[in-house]
């Protein structure tokens, strides 16, 4: 069974742009749920989508939005980059019994 | 506010079992204790989850005492590819959404 995926694998950016993030989930997982890592703040996080709708939100600015397709895979978005989203972008796929399984993450850099 | 207490480092020589302890002396009677690990630079790895009894998959065994205030994690044979930080939480399924890790245990796999 193919784990989650997340493209791209690592990313730089400058200040002030914008960044779209993609995650695909498991195979009949309908709950995708999005997190920050950084060394300082560890995991935070983000939203959770679930059958195209964000069920959760957490503590972050407005800059920071997502999306969920019909086919499950979602997308985040961070627009005017500043230097601190540097950081690891998670994305986890949830199964029926609440068992969350993450994806190798994308790597952001922010110059 | 950590729920869990875990030791902050721990080593383990390859081929031999790793224990890795976890305190939760707070844990309320519909928590579950779940156990994680991230390998460096790594997504975090689902690895086993239980609520009161024994589990046991293929990645590792969950220890859970019988006043549910603390539990082990053994991986039998460690190996090298399993020096990561392992993290204990607790949480109710389905409820809990979000994930937070604390510090958690580096474990070191030796040769």
């Known amino acids: 069974k193919a784990g989650v995926t997340q493209t791209p694998r690592y990313l730089i950016k400058t200040r002030g742009q914008q960044v779209t993030l993609s995650c695909s989930p498991i195979?009949?997982?309908?709950?995708v749920s999005w997190y920050q890592q950084t060394p300082g703040q560890g995991l935070q996080f983000l939203f959770e989508y679930f059958s195209e709708t964000q069920r959760n939100k957490g503590n972050f600015p407005g800059r920071f939005s997502g999306r969920q397709f019909s086919n499950s895979r979602s997308e985040m978005n961070v627009s005017t980059l500043e230097l601190g989203d540097s950081a690891l972008y998670l994305c986890?796929?949830?199964?029926?019994?609440?068992?969350?399984?993450f994806g190798p993450g994308t790597r952001l850099t922010v110059t | 506010d950590a729920k869990t207490t875990q030791p902050p480092s721990m080593d383990c020589a390859e081929g031999r079992a790793a224990n890795l302890p976890c305190n939760h002396s707070?844990?309320?009677?519909?928590?579950?204790v779940y156990w994680y690990r991230q390998i460096h630079s790594q997504g975090p790895q689902y690895i086993i989850h239980?609520?009161?009894n024994n589990e046991t998959n293929e990645m590792a065994s969950l220890i859970i005492t019988e006043d549910r205030k603390s539990s082990t994690l053994i991986l039998p044979h460690a190996t090298l590819r399993d020096t990561a930080v392992y993290y204990c939480?607790?949480?109710?399924?389905?409820?809990?959404?979000?994930?937070?890790f604390g510090a958690g245990t580096t474990v070191t796999v030796r040769a």
């Open positions: 239980g609520l009161k």
């Open positions: 707070t844990i309320s009677g519909n928590e579950y």
């Open positions: 939480i607790v949480r109710v399924p389905l409820r809990d959404y979000k994930l937070s």
């Open positions: 195979s009949g997982h309908r709950s």
């Open positions: 986890a796929s949830t199964n029926r019994v609440d068992e969350q399984y």
